[in-house]
């Protein structure tokens, strides 16, 4: 006795869950790369707080910092600064009178680089005058 095909399929579920795990694993393989690989394609990124760009100070020493991601190295003004363990940074720097150019440049690990701009103007307060309530004898 011969059995007649049949057009139905036969359903297998085992082929169905190792499709299935299949699938999950390259999509979390795919995210997994993709999040590593963020840091890659964004570069270092650079945040000065404080001073604001264009401010215009009357003390010639300041703090330069700021907050900076995926950086390992950052450079204010040619000379290697250090971050702390949040990626936060303070710099005292020295201006001269008048109008001043601040640079910033942050180096991930990759060897990608960003330059960044702080400009400043150091306006010299004026010399008070010495007044003496004593007299002057010649």
Same mark, same amino acid.
């Given at each position: 006795?011969?059995?007649?095909?049949?057009?139905?399929?036969?359903?297998?579920?085992?082929?169905?869950?190792?499709?299935?795990?299949?699938?999950?694993?390259?999509?979390?393989?795919?995210?997994?790369?993709?999040?590593?690989?963020?840091?890659?394609?964004?570069?270092?990124?650079?945040?000065?707080?404080?001073?604001?760009?264009?401010?215009?100070?009357?003390?010639?020493?300041?703090?330069?910092?700021?907050?900076?991601?995926?950086?390992?190295?950052? &450079?204010?003004?040619?000379?290697?600064?250090? =971050? /702390?363990?949040? *990626?936060?940074?303070? @710099?005292?720097? +020295?201006?001269?009178?008048? &109008?001043?150019?601040?640079?910033?440049?942050? =180096? /991930?690990?990759? *060897?990608?680089?960003? @330059?960044?701009? +702080?400009?400043?103007?150091?306006?010299?307060?004026?010399?008070?005058?010495?007044?003496?309530?004593?007299?002057?004898?010649?």
């Amino acid at each position: 006795m011969k059995i007649a095909p049949t057009s139905e399929k036969i359903i297998n579920p085992r082929a169905y869950l190792l499709r299935g795990f299949a699938l999950f694993f390259v999509l979390g393989a795919s995210a997994y790369i993709f999040f590593e690989f963020r840091n890659l394609l964004t570069g270092p990124t650079l945040q000065i707080s404080y001073p604001k760009n264009g401010a215009t100070v009357e003390e010639p020493l300041i703090i330069v910092g700021g907050q900076a991601e995926n950086v390992s190295y950052i &450079y204010i003004n040619g000379r290697q600064i250090f =971050v /702390d363990d949040q *990626g936060r940074f303070a @710099e005292r720097l +020295l201006l001269a009178p008048g &109008y001043n150019i601040i640079t910033a440049k942050a =180096v /991930d690990r990759f *060897g990608k680089e960003k @330059e960044y701009g +702080l400009e400043l103007v150091y306006k010299k307060p004026p010399d008070e005058i010495a007044t003496s309530s004593t007299p002057v004898t010649e």
